[in-house]
């Protein structure tokens, strides 16, 4: 079996090519590094059934270069930056999303490669009257960029699966969180560690801070991956991706406060009902579907980011003190 | 009120822009004229309120030139081509559709203009359960790249109202049938007209035969949109716009050749279940939505076929046999 993984240097790709080469499985892992990062491979990198590729899938021949004698794609890389912040281009997640994926697709196609695992996420349920969240019982209506293309990608990929025979399986994230770090700090663990050793006596925090999500750990969002693609056999395969509850912003600071062994933190909320602008506030997934083929995240949301709050700090520990913050995203 | 219809020299652009201009509204029509046809204006050129921009949408900047002081923007300029033929490059739809309606949706949003009215597909919902297709009722599988890209599409406007408080009426069309002419034989009544005139003995049909569709004639679809538009308040309408049954192709050959006066026509079937890959074969539109808000079509699908049928025929004697051959789309 040989694997492309797109992506690859990302939290998630990461540690899905770590996944397959320890499976003896030939992985080529392609990243164009925008925000993946070489250390994430540190692991793969030298192993002989391992090759990295740094190609920018923007360019619509990189996957050309790469995609022969391939059998299966793991398309993960994406616009990691689920917020649309005021000056930013309307139409990055348009290009990094969807038209990446259509290239990912057409060389498919071209090459007469069948297979597709894809990382779709929540977000393209948009404000969902549905909690918990089940796959196919209503219309999308995605309230953000990330969410909107996202949701574009999944369209096309399920109109190339009709049109030139492929096999698809695509997978619904819930937030996503572990141990892998990177500089910026886009993820609500990262962002609190971030405040708080700048300012241990209060806490900006978005929203009103009752913004509730699902969350999973990278490394139980790669066991499922595997897991659904290797027993769901339907030419679409469609799963949510996460565990069954969900939890709120405050009591993650109160988390990290703790694991920070910091008292009587001051909370400032920034008010109104989410994060940002397009921020789907509060959601939780029904992932029944995922449960009955036979897998079952065994942390629930509020273990899964205690224990990337731990293995955040011990990370930036680690990297005594450089800034580095947890990378994963949704 | 300034409007701007894209497509304006297609079938339903050039009878909505008729219509707006009846009322005195002030109507600027674009069209790159790829499909759309000059003559289908006639009857506004020349009309103070009514100015025509030859752009094409494809050029990010060209909204640009024509969207100040326009108010609501009617964005029905897309890929006419439902089929995928062989051959075909597979990102014409990505780019007349997405691509374009991005460029639309950005260039109001610097404009700051805030009424959309998109032309969607009944293609969006692809191999739907339940028929009726009702509008939320399920996730949208489109196995076309044209439903894909219109998914795609309507994506987008639901991310940038939220995001930049836009107001929008999305309508996802039956197969729109109506008395405007072209030269290509992309529609069924087209083609059998075409096809008998060459050959009255025998019809060739794609498919089975037993696709079965639901239509509505273009002059109210024109009017569904122009009363919904008038009487949906939300932020963001979405309305399957059709009648409430559908009609076979075998059916829809018969009353081709009746109109015809041919008698003993011999069916000759492709065979297969579509007639083409990507044709979503059978499907009818619940219409109870726009019934609620008020607005019935008041022509079944095989009386807006035969409709459709006669008036193609008489344009078609009109055009004194120039080859000219019905114009709209689904």
Redesign the interface.
Known sequence: MKNLITGAAGCIGSELAEALVARGQDVIGVDNLSSGKMEHLATVLGKSNFRFVEADLEEPSAMDRVIQGVNMVWHLAANPDVK?SEGDE??KD?RQN??CT?NV??AM?RNGTRKLAFSSTSA?Y?LSKLQPIP???????????Y???K??CE??I???Q??FGMQCWIFRFANIVGPKVRKRGRTVIGDFILKLRQDPRKLPILGDGKQAKSYLLSEECVEAMLFVVEHARAP?N?YNLGCDDSLEVTAIAGMVAEAMGLRGVEYEFAGGDGGW??DVARFCLDVSAINRLGWKARHNSAEAVSRAIRSTLAAMNEAAGAGALPACKP
């Open positions: 649309f309307t139409n348009l969807t038209l259509y697709l057409e196609r393209v948009g796959e196919e019982a209503a219309f999308p209506h995605p309230i953000s960029l969410g909107a293309t949701l574009g369209a096309l399920s109109a190339f009709n049109l679409v469609i602008p397009g």
